[in-house]
């Protein structure tokens, strides 16, 4: 059952689009990119490379590694990002590891 948000945002900011895995988000600019993803709903960033598993913010500190995401090809923690102009955001794609 999907429910709303239980997260939400204190004070209002300017928004700017922001795209995840295809949709277009207006997240508010500067904010915490996961914190801001899971005030948009989104609570499934990635999936495990072993099982396809979702995963979604945990720690909400750096510790976990939950919140990978793909930003302009670059795999990051969510957690650990600003919510910038324009971001394209995808799930990390692990296959690509095994190239290297
Ligand atoms: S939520 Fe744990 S590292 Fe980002």
Known sequence: MKTDSTFRNLAPRDCVPVQFDGVTYDLPLGENLAAALLAAGVTSFRDTPVSN?????????????DCQVSIDGVITQACMTQVGENMVIGRPN???WDDL
Do not use: D, N, T
């Open 94 to 96: 692990y296959e690509a």
């Open 53 to 65: 598993s979702p995963r979604g913010p945990f720690c909400m500190m750096g510790a976990c590694f």
